[in-house]
């Protein structure tokens, strides 16, 4: 499949079947976020990788985000590694635009496995933050949820809905 009929048939997964993703598979899956390209390749990326029981039933408790996912992926970012353009007279720091490309490249990467995801931000940060007491450094961007889509866990009546190239793109 190329790169842009997987684009076309990824969606987001909000149904996961029990099944779990196996170690290989999330292997591939975080190598791809490795990969990604960050801001002068600082690769401010923390990752906490929730799959135990214990760890998922904490998340559940804090958000609905987590849905049914066997593994949730808590995609942070260490503000004392990301880039800043203070040389450059901005107060820009680059760790949630890098946290945010790591984690589409594990998404993409994780559709090519046939595992589902949804990227999911319908959160308060600080509270997950605290319940995994997170050191005041990192900061949760976003989760990813991981799994097998359950029979009913398809694309919801929006995924198809594209505006057309001649609404977001400009020639200057």
């Given at each position: 499949m190329d790169f842009l009929e997987l684009s076309h048939e990824r969606c987001s997964v909000r149904n996961f079947d029990p099944r779990p993703v196996g170690e290989e598979t999330l292997e591939k899956i975080l190598e791809a976020g490795r990969l990604a390209p960050t801001a002068v390749n600082a690769q401010p990326q923390k990752i906490y990788l929730l799959k135990s029981r214990e760890a998922l039933e904490k998340l559940r408790g804090v958000t609905r985000m987590a849905y049914n996912a066997?593994?949730?992926?808590?995609?942070c970012y260490?503000?004392?590694v990301s880039w800043k353009?203070?040389?450059?007279?901005?107060?820009?720091?680059?760790g949630e635009m890098d946290?945010?490309?790591?984690?589409?490249?594990?998404?993409?990467?994780?559709?090519?496995?046939?595992?589902?995801?949804?990227?999911?931000r319908g959160f308060k940060a600080g509270d997950i933050e605290k319940a995994f007491a997170l050191p005041e450094n990192i900061h949760l961007v976003c989760?990813?949820?991981?799994?097998?889509?359950?029979?009913?866990?398809?694309?919801?009546e929006r995924h198809s809905l594209r505006k057309p190239l001649s609404e977001t793109v400009t020639e200057l």
């Open positions: 066997p593994v949730v992926l808590m995609v260490d503000e004392k353009a203070t040389p450059y007279g901005d107060t820009y720091d680059s946290a945010s490309i790591v984690t589409t490249a594990m998404m993409m990467q994780a559709a090519e496995l046939g595992v589902g995801s949804l990227w999911a989760l990813l949820d991981l799994g097998y889509p359950a029979k009913e866990g398809g694309p919801s």
